[in-house]
């Protein structure tokens, strides 16, 4: 793998048997994802991926799952903790087709649309990725924690500065 965490495949290598990968980041990788995902610490990141290519019908489908430890900051109480994601996914990739392929698609809103192959090849670590961060949470919180409110001004005091109520003082 290269220095960046990458695992590119060219289309053009493969054949239409399976195939299974296996990409795991470890040492400067596991530093690289943190950056990547913007989170505390990434202890663990592993993902399997089956591709299937077809060129019959020019489609790669790409199946499989990206399992992360990751270490992440409470948006309530400011405090590490550590959540692991298990991240399944399935989709497919048009060997063809191009953007303006797409643009032209006069396709609802339930229809698959493809995902498009750039410049030949595609990059196993960077869907895993993506995957993993489709399925992160937004706004992180430990298990149990609750955000309440408490408005720091009272009943009284909102209703006497109530925009209407001064108003309704003016027309008195």
């Given at each position: 793998?290269?220095?960046?965490?990458?695992?590119?495949?060219?289309?053009?290598?493969?054949?239409?048997?399976?195939?299974?990968?296996?990409?795991?980041?470890?040492g400067?990788?596991?530093?690289?994802?943190?950056?990547?995902?913007?989170?505390?610490?990434?202890?663990?990141?592993e993902?399997?991926?089956?591709?299937?290519?077809?060129?019959?019908i020019?489609?790669?489908?790409?199946?499989?799952?990206?399992?992360?430890?990751?270490?992440?900051?409470?948006?309530?109480?400011?405090?590490?903790?550590?959540?692991?994601?298990?991240?399944?996914?399935?989709?497919?990739?048009?060997?063809?087709?191009?953007?303006?392929?797409?643009?032209?698609?006069?396709?609802?809103i339930?229809d698959?649309?493809?995902?498009?192959?750039?410049?030949?090849?595609?990059?196993?670590?960077?869907?895993?990725?993506?995957?993993?961060?489709?399925?992160?949470?937004?706004?992180?919180?430990?298990?149990?924690?609750?955000?309440?409110?408490?408005?720091?001004?009272?009943?009284?005091?909102?209703e006497?500065?109530?925009?209407?109520?001064?108003?309704?003082?003016?027309?008195?």
């Open positions: 793998m290269q220095k960046n965490f990458s695992y590119t495949l060219k289309i053009e290598d493969l054949t239409q048997n399976k195939h299974k990968y296996h990409i795991e980041a470890k400067a990788e596991l530093e690289i994802l943190k950056q990547i995902l913007k989170v505390e610490d990434v202890k663990s990141f993902a399997d991926i089956e591709l299937k290519l077809n060129h019959k020019h489609r790669l489908d790409i199946e499989g799952t990206v399992k992360a430890k990751l270490l992440l900051k409470s948006v309530i109480s400011l405090e590490d903790f550590e959540k692991e994601y298990v991240a399944p996914f399935k989709y497919f990739y048009d060997t063809q087709m191009t953007y303006n392929d797409i643009k032209e698609l006069d396709a609802d339930e698959e649309i493809p995902e498009i192959i750039e410049n030949g090849q595609i990059d196993l670590a960077q869907i895993a990725i993506e995957q993993l961060s489709l399925v992160m949470d937004d706004y992180p919180k430990k298990e149990g924690e609750v955000f309440t409110f408490k408005s720091e001004f009272d009943e009284e005091t909102t006497l500065t109530h925009p209407f109520a001064i108003l309704k003082k003016l027309k008195k």
